[in-house]
């Protein structure tokens, strides 16, 4: 398993600002992932954290808003900006660890996410 | 209507057993998993099955899986108060990243 660590785990933000959280992982993996997760929702995958390049997408999440780093296979950053009260949820990053042959089974495994709450 | 549907309320009585049911719309998923998420925390990996078995056990917890219906449930024998939370279905839908259900809130009474 992997043991992924998330700053800050909550925060009050004022609309209009922004906000980077953090992810750091204790192994190296193949993948990383943002997720969100709005008050009584499930989650969303917002994109795929990408080393080296730029973050793939999902379907009704930008760049421009969203934007994430990952300059090794350990960390990530996913950055809310320009926040306002719709973008209160809890981000959650997700790691994909390093596939070996003939073990492990694809799962997901996440962070305790970072709760925002905008004013 | 959603890619994973799960209902999202059930309410069992301590020492019975809980049935959470979902369905899915892309046959091409190789592995289905179930997720715990208790309240404040993030979410566990219960269980999960791979597409070519009907069922799964694994101590209390059954995972049944119908590919032709694409219809995965949980089942949780001998349920607790300790099991109250939510749980998720994400089957992989032929991707690394999972797509999770609306989730089922499982509240277990004494």
């Known amino acids: 398993s992997a043991v992924i660590s998330q700053k800050p785990s909550r925060d009050i933000c004022q609309r209009g600002t922004s906000l980077t959280i953090q992810c750091q992982v204790d192994s190296q993996v193949t993948m990383m992932f943002w997720y969100r997760q709005q008050p009584g929702q499930s989650l969303t995958l917002i994109a795929t954290a990408n080393q080296g390049s730029e973050a793939t997408y999902e379907s009704g999440f930008v760049i421009d808003k969203f934007p994430i780093s990952r300059p090794n296979l350990t960390f990530s950053t996913l950055t809310v900006s320009n926040m306002s009260p719709e973008d209160s949820s809890i981000y959650l990053c997700?790691?994909?660890?390093?596939?070996?042959?003939?073990?492990?089974?694809?799962?997901?495994?996440f962070g305790e996410g970072s709760r925002l709450t905008v004013l | 209507g959603e890619d994973v549907e799960q209902s999202l309320f059930l309410s069992v009585r301590e020492g019975d057993s809980s049935v959470i049911n979902c369905t899915y719309t892309?046959?091409?998923?190789?592995?289905l998993y179930w997720y715990k998420q208790e309240p404040g925390a993030g979410l566990q990996l219960l269980t999960y099955?791979?597409?070519?078995?009907d069922m799964k056990q694994d101590q209390r917890l059954t995972v049944l899986l119908n590919k032709k219906d694409k219809h995965l449930s949980l089942r949780i024998a001998d349920t607790q108060t300790g099991d109250s939370a939510i749980y998720f279905c994400?089957?992989?839908?032929?991707?690394?990243?999972?797509?999770f259900g609306s989730g089922t809130r499982l509240q277990v009474q004494p």
């Open positions: 099955i791979f597409s070519n078995m």
């Open positions: 892309d046959s091409s998923s190789t592995y």
């Open positions: 994400a089957p992989d839908m032929g991707r690394r990243a999972l797509t």
């Open positions: 997700s790691v994909a660890h390093l596939k070996v042959a003939g073990e492990n089974t694809g799962e997901l495994f």
